[in-house]
């Protein structure tokens, strides 16, 4: 679970930590108070994409520290462990830092880490739902996703996805067979010579640099020669040597030192200098002997990496790479000189994979439509609970015809009807934003133990209903909260009530700069906060009231109708 969040610098918040726990907590606050805010900053620790404008204003930097503990058998641990991330006994910790320059930086357990792996590891950790979620549903490739994961048939998906590109790279080899074959003879002549001359000069991958350091180093011969004999004879060579100078050094303080033992050390420090000078000494000499001056060796050395350089020009690409690119050229034209046979091979390994592809993406379309099956029946239970006992919810499994595809050959779409007497019509033909929040809740709710993440986020799922569907929604809440952590962002008293704990986000305006703030309510300050939620500004009595009765219909949830 997500147990400690804190933002520093992020649109209007100056600074601010919260401490969460499990279960359902509710977080509200006036319109404009900032509370999308806190959604925002989340979505950076977990890897969204930074908006402009989020930098608060003034500031050269911002940061997000999401702080998660988790089970043991979490999946992140192992997914950590493939990415040589090491795991922190206090647990998760996710970072990102922006910067005034519009330029962001993210960390797991304080490792560097690209935006796309912080994605990848925050999508296991915790899901956001919000408005933008709800609209995502509409889309047929959404719907498809959700009944994957509700048929939990990961290993038919793969397979479908792994047969697929095999299949796509063999028909892409027999086209581009196909447009070899078709240029005609005078293309193989070109092709026999392009390869001819790169298997001349048979450049090798990075050969280029030790041609060019040798190259350096014939062409500095002599100077290099002149410096190499100096330095030898400075420390082994000549008369006075520093080795000679070290020795005679070490030698006298080691006798002065049966006199003066506070000498010794550092005779032992001048007569390890000694040794280290002479070890330096003769891998100088060794050095000396292995330098060259051959002028006809420097001309053959200059002559082959010109011949490179003209090849990796010739053909736009980097001289390590030539050698790859000749294998590829030499493969084109033994497909060229075999094309029949090649082609051949190429047609019966695709009727082959096709084959298999069918058996397997047909297995895939028989699991989804058991799965939908069983998907439809528990969603309109979860519906019924959400006021909507009227509502019709169908999964239609249609068949794509054409070639292989990625996510196998079905189309999947959600449909809908509100009332008995009208026909079933696609989710987006009439789910108004109300429904459309309470069909996402359903869904997510059924789906709830498919789905890694202990922590969800939900961002106004409200919208758009009140009264007693918003207490039916809160009541929901609570339950899938149960085991796991749920965050709801809301407007409606009657989703508030049921929070296990609630925070209050407010907004103040110090010294011509705004700044937000949350506060952890007590029961007293609840019934303040739902009765404002209630009556607006003007707080009643009965205000007060009505909302100790939503705390008290909460607290006793096998009794809320």
Not at 63 to 87: C, E, G, N, Q, Y
Not at 275 to 282: A, P, Q, S
Not at 327 to 344: I, P
Request: hydrophobic residues 40%; negative net charge; proline residues 4%.
């Amino acid at each position: 679970m997500l147990s400690h969040l804190s933002i520093e610098n992020i649109a209007l918040i100056e600074r601010l930590d919260l401490d969460l726990e499990t279960g359902l907590t509710i977080v509200t606050g006036e319109t404009g108070a900032g509370k999308s805010i806190i959604i925002d900053a989340l979505s950076l620790a977990l890897g969204s994409r930074a908006e402009q404008g989020l930098l608060r204003s003034g500031s050269d930097k911002g940061m997000v520290i999401a702080h998660f503990r988790l089970p043991d058998d979490h999946p992140v641990r192992p997914w950590l462990a493939t990415k040589a991330i090491s795991w922190l006994d206090d647990g998760l910790f996710l970072r990102r830092v922006l910067t005034e320059k519009g330029r962001s930086r993210a960390f797991i357990n304080e490792t560097p880490v690209p935006l796309a792996l912080l994605a990848e590891v925050g999508d296991l950790v915790a899901e956001i739902h919000g408005q933008h979620d709800n609209q995502s549903l509409l889309h047929g490739s959404e719907q498809r996703q959700l009944l994957d994961t509700y048929a939990n048939h990961r290993p038919l998906v793969d397979a479908v996805a792994e047969l697929h590109r095999s299949w796509r790279a063999t028909a892409d080899e027999m086209e581009k067979l196909a447009k070899l074959t078709g240029a005609g003879g005078q293309h193989r002549d070109f092709l026999s010579f392009q390869v001819k001359e790169l298997l001349e000069v048979a450049p090798k991958p990075g050969e280029m640099a030790h041609l060019e350091a040798q190259n350096r180093r014939l062409q500095h011969g002599t100077q290099l020669l002149q410096g190499v004999t100096q330095a030898l004879d400075a420390i082994l060579d000549a008369p006075h040597s520093a080795t000679s100078q070290t020795h005679v050094a070490a030698s006298t303080l080691e006798n002065l030192s049966r006199l003066d033992e506070t000498l010794s050390p550092l005779a032992s420090a001048i007569r390890s200098l000694h040794y280290e000078l002479e070890d330096c000494g003769v891998r100088l000499r060794d050095t000396l002997q292995s330098m060259e001056t051959d002028p006809e060796l420097l001309e053959n050395l200059q002559a082959r990496i010109d011949r490179i350089h003209r090849l990796s020009r010739k053909h736009q690409t980097d001289p390590d790479d030539l050698q790859a690119l000749a294998t590829r050229l030499q493969q084109d034209l033994d497909a060229l000189e075999h094309g029949d046979e090649r082609r051949e091979q190429l047609q019966a390994q695709r009727d082959q994979l096709q084959k298999r592809y069918s058996e397997a993406a047909h297995a895939l379309t028989a699991s989804r439509e058991k799965a939908a099956s069983s998907l439809m029946a528990e969603v309109e239970a979860q519906l019924a609970d959400l006021h909507m006992a009227k509502t019709r919810f169908a999964i239609v499994v249609n068949p794509l015809p054409g070639d292989p595809r990625p996510d196998g050959m079905d189309d999947v779409h959600f449909l809908v009807s509100a009332n008995p007497q009208e026909p079933l019509r696609p989710l987006k033909q009439v789910a108004s934003g109300g429904e459309l929040s309470r069909i996402m809740l359903a869904i997510k709710t059924v789906l709830t133990d498919t789905l890694p993440a202990n922590t969800l986020v939900f961002d106004e799922v409200d919208v758009g209903i009140g009264g007693r569907v918003a207490a039916s929604l809160g009541k929901k809440l609570a339950k899938v909260a149960t085991g796991r952590q749920v965050l709801t962002i809301t407007h409606q008293p009657q989703v508030a009530a049921w929070g296990r704990a609630h925070l209050c986000i407010t907004k103040a305006i110090h010294q011509e700069k705004a700044r937000v703030s949350v506060q952890a309510l007590t029961p007293t300050q609840r019934v303040e906060e739902l009765a404002r939620m209630l009556a607006g500004s003007r707080i009643t009595q009965a205000a007060r009231q009505h909302a100790r009765d939503l705390l008290k219909t909460a607290s006793k949830p096998d009794e809320a109708q």
